[in-house]
């Protein structure tokens, strides 16, 4: 819907334990869309996500379901990070918010790389293999 009506979306999410984290946006006409996001996950050895050996699950999985432990602390920072993404592109326009970025995809590890947190940042075009954006 968001790409019909060409409204700008951000999506996030936590893997598991919630040792790593992405926010990613989907300006329609701009930037991939959400499958260019997951095409460019799977291909990119920089935005791999990063998993505890043993996952504690209280639920079983399920969309929208709290399906694993995860440090509330961790969960935040991919929840400011989203929400300061949010803020830089619906307030893209103003002169006084915060300055533009062409990076598209903000991915986080909080855990697994010897007690070093990671940053990772990039601008997501459309992918070859988007079927949904190689539709002709
Ligand atoms: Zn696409």
Redesign the pocket.
Known sequence: MAYHYNIPIVYSFVGPGAWSGRAFRVVPGET??Y??HLEHIGDDEELQSVEPNENQEIYDDGCATPAFIGSGIDTGIIANFTTRLSIQTLLSEEKDSYEQTENDHIFWISQGKGGNMKLVQKKID??PD?D??NRS
Request: with cysteine; proline share 0%.
């Open positions: 991939g869309c499958y260019c459309k992918h988007c949904h954006c």
